[in-house]
């Protein structure tokens, strides 16, 4: 009796604007032929993974019997008390001079990650049709986490110091023209070492964005989110306060950080500092999502601050990473240097160089330079995949280039090949 | 310049429909008193979590430094090969007598916690206005997931066997009647020592329920979710196959699992074995949600898996749920002896009892009962947050018991406690 034909499913709105993530099909392609050198992917460096550290931790969180029963419970559904503390500790540190209690750590979720975290900021702030302000070219997964929301991402020129403030201007005021301004919800940013760049954006655009954030917030609250995921990784001059300690009243900004680049991202432990009034809010849809993080990954990142093995860690990948950017760059100084139509900026930190080739080469997936590269041995993510649907077009000649997976020699390998495979293409 | 005056933040659509669980409100007057015992927490016994055996997994884990470096990575999106084809190989000996390859891993999408996996599948399937049916009472965390997606419960009459399948047709005529019946596009049963009831299923009903789903899936699929977060729990009888097993074609069951309440709700692995064709649906949804579960708690569960230790420690939790079991239905009957009126069932497997006193007493929020159990110092989670808001009506004069976080004694005392403030409401 159960020979019915079967009939087709109909995913809901939302799930068929989460399909088709064209950087996921380019992946497979990638995983498929294990001979590649990737220089795609923004993984972190597997052999500087902190297995020690880990160990330690471990071993002192499960030697306590109590401490070991609780860490195998539920925590509580914002997170790790301890875990939040010593976090707000650490940014108190480094952003206000020490002093204590600007922040509540009643004011940080934790999150499996920083993307949930992202997703469910979208989650709470966008209705369908809403707008977020993303720099040009822009972090591609948080572009894919809008579409699945149903928003509109609006690309805002950048330079080499990240979003221009003047563009950003321009686009509000075109918008408010336009009448679109109230569906304006958010403007996002990953001001240290951007993903796909590597540009850092300078204290006075950060001071300039806040104040553009703030004027703009008459009407309804223009949040900033602000994605540090890579602030930790940086290898040559001074740190630059973030923008939450630019924000006086803590009313604006949306504070991201995340463990996964700078020691493990299998643990998987990120976390948010929010505006009073997101956070109730954002606290509901995680708790309809997971209830929670899992807590005995959080009880290891807070064994691992407690016994100070965090920043040790740091330094270490610090110049892993440094000796490989150092790599990385000389590979391109030396196979492009009689090139003079490509351009690209050295990074001070995180793990990506964007490259500028010359208009007319398209490395996309519509152009002949992509497939030559995977013919030639390694591959790199298409730029264009990097740009909102509005606003800023973009520029397809364009292509991002990763330095955390592969060592040094293969690095330099993978440059060449990809001249090889420009010199087949120019 | 930054003195402008805050406007009101607006949450989205969605984010107002997660607003206002009661349960939060309770549980956060519960916490503020912690000399409360507490009945109505659904969580696992404390002392009874798996230090040893997850202390030997990790070890073992990160004695081999490259499997050490892969737990610390990323590990696939859709989930830990190893573990997915552990699971399966256990399913196939549960429910198919050992025959291998019933079922691919690649059916499977491990989810931090079966949580999230509800919330992954309702997101996918479900347009607001969407209709879920539901036994009624049924999981009143899954009703604030409905809530947040915008769909609609339906509550389907149950009994001591769960749901009826008669009510269910009888429901299913009437929505076709109505034209409601193309937004029908699940049922929800949790098949084992349900949550709230403590009821099981017999495997009568479940072949029902899937000819019932399999018939209503002439226009459009009508999926059942099984939810076994609880089967492994079992202290009497013999176990049941799952809905799964009765799926002959596997388009119709979605079977959902969890470590949380075997193991440890700290590592928190849990995960669903899918129709195809909601495959990929769901995992894509998934990758903007957060990218992959964490790895390194999948890697763990693995071991514990391949060490045998996971039998091991459900033996020993069996003995001490069966223990605590027997002691709260002691006590019931004991202090519930002369009192005709109020019923309950003993459960054979789970961590609760559902408590049914005479019509004329309202054991919810507005009633007396509540307020006077806390007076005499122990608390249950009111019946009627168990009822969808359409269908069957909420039944007042209901309380769910849990008799998983108390020791014996304590069990002893809250069942005490709440006769006493039976006795001032009666």
Same mark, same amino acid.
């Given at each position: 009796?159960?020979?019915?034909?079967?009939?087709?499913?109909?995913?809901?709105?939302?799930?068929?604007?989460?399909?088709?993530?064209?950087?996921?099909?380019?992946?497979?392609?990638?995983?498929?032929?294990?001979?590649?050198?990737?220089?795609?992917?923004?993984?972190?460096?597997?052999?500087?993974?902190?297995?020690?550290?880990?160990?330690?931790?471990?071993?002192?969180?499960?030697?306590?019997?109590?401490?070991?029963?609780?860490?195998?419970? !539920?925590?509580?559904?914002?997170?790790? +008390?301890?875990?939040?503390?010593?976090?707000?500790?650490? #940014?108190?540190?480094?952003?206000?001079?020490?002093?204590?209690?600007?922040?509540?750590?009643?004011?940080?979720?934790?999150?499996?990650?920083?993307?949930?975290?992202?997703?469910?900021?979208?989650?709470?702030?966008?209705?369908?049709?809403?707008?977020?302000?993303?720099?040009?070219?822009?972090?591609?997964?948080?572009?894919?986490?809008?579409?699945?929301?149903?928003?509109?991402?609006?690309?805002?020129?950048?330079?080499?110091?990240?979003?221009?403030?003047?563009?950003?201007?321009?686009?509000?005021?075109?918008?408010?023209?336009?009448?679109?301004?109230?569906?304006?919800?958010?403007?996002?940013?990953?001001?240290?070492?951007?993903?796909?760049?590597?540009?850092?954006?300078?204290?006075?655009? +950060?001071?300039?964005?806040?104040?553009?954030?703030?004027?703009?917030?008459?009407?309804?609250? #223009?949040?900033?989110?602000?994605?540090?995921? !890579?602030?930790?990784?940086?290898?040559?001059?001074?740190?630059?306060?973030? $923008?939450?300690?630019?924000?006086?009243?803590?009313?604006?900004?949306?504070?991201?950080?995340?463990?996964?680049?700078?020691?493990?991202?299998?643990?998987?432990?990120?976390?948010?500092?929010?505006?009073?009034?997101?956070?109730?809010?954002?606290?509901?849809?995680?708790?309809? #999502?997971?209830?929670?993080?899992?807590?005995?990954?959080?009880?290891?990142?807070?064994?691992?601050?407690?016994?100070?093995?965090?920043?040790?860690?740091?330094?270490?990948?610090?110049?892993?990473?440094?000796?490989?950017?150092?790599?990385?760059?000389?590979? $391109?100084?030396?196979?492009?240097?009689?090139?003079?139509?490509?351009?690209?900026?050295?990074?001070?930190?995180? #793990?990506?160089?964007?490259?500028?080739?010359?208009?007319?080469?398209?490395?996309?997936?519509?152009?002949?330079?992509?497939?030559?590269?995977?013919?030639?041995?390694?591959?790199?993510?298409?730029?264009? !995949?990097?740009?909102?649907?509005?606003?800023?077009?973009? +520029?397809?000649?364009?292509?991002?280039?990763?330095?955390?997976?592969?060592?040094?020699?293969? $690095?330099?390998?993978?440059?060449?090949?990809?001249?090889?495979?420009?010199?087949?293409?120019?």
């Amino acid at each position: 009796m159960h020979e019915i034909r079967e009939p087709e499913f109909q995913p809901s709105q939302r799930a068929q604007q989460a399909a088709g993530q064209p950087i996921a099909a380019l992946m497979d392609q990638a995983l498929s032929r294990p001979d590649l050198i990737s220089l795609a992917a923004g993984f972190v460096d597997q052999v500087s993974l902190p297995v020690e550290p880990t160990r330690t931790a471990v071993d002192a969180l499960m030697s306590d019997q109590s401490s070991a029963l609780a860490a195998l419970q !539920y925590g509580p559904s914002n997170g790790d +008390r301890q875990l939040r503390a010593m976090l707000i500790e650490r #940014l108190e540190q480094t952003d206000f001079g020490g002093q204590p209690r600007m922040i509540s750590p009643d004011q940080m979720l934790i999150t499996p990650g920083s993307n949930q975290l992202l997703y469910l900021i979208g989650d709470t702030i966008l209705d369908p049709g809403d707008i977020v302000l993303c720099a040009a070219p822009t972090y591609f997964v948080f572009l894919s986490i809008l579409k699945n929301l149903g928003a509109r991402a609006i690309g805002i020129d950048s330079d080499g110091e990240g979003m221009i403030p003047d563009a950003l201007l321009e686009v509000l005021r075109e918008l408010q023209k336009s009448g679109d301004i109230k569906r304006v919800k958010a403007i996002y940013l990953t001001p240290y070492f951007d993903n796909p760049r590597g540009v850092t954006m300078p204290l006075h655009r +950060r001071e300039a964005i806040i104040t553009i954030a703030k004027e703009w917030s008459r009407e309804r609250p #223009l949040y900033v989110l602000a994605d540090n995921a !890579y602030r930790e990784l940086r290898y040559d001059c001074e740190d630059i306060p973030s $923008l939450l300690a630019l924000d006086d009243n803590q009313q604006t900004v949306v504070e991201i950080g995340t463990f996964s680049k700078s020691f493990s991202p299998g643990l998987r432990v990120g976390w948010g500092i929010l505006p009073p009034a997101l956070l109730q809010p954002v606290q509901s849809q995680k708790g309809n #999502l997971d209830f929670g993080s899992p807590y005995f990954s959080q009880r290891i990142m807070a064994k691992i601050l407690e016994l100070q093995l965090y920043d040790r860690h740091i330094a270490t990948i610090r110049e892993c990473y440094q000796t490989k950017r150092n790599a990385m760059c000389a590979a $391109l100084e030396d196979a492009f240097q009689d090139v003079s139509e490509i351009r690209w900026q050295r990074p001070h930190g995180g #793990l990506y160089i964007w490259i500028e080739l010359p208009e007319y080469l398209a490395a996309g997936p519509d152009g002949r330079l992509l497939e030559t590269t995977l013919d030639e041995g390694t591959f790199y993510v298409p730029g264009e !995949y990097c740009f909102p649907s509005e606003g800023t077009s973009p +520029r397809k000649n364009t292509l991002r280039l990763s330095f955390g997976v592969q060592p040094p020699e293969q $690095l330099h390998q993978g440059v060449i090949a990809l001249r090889r495979a420009l010199d087949k293409c120019m």
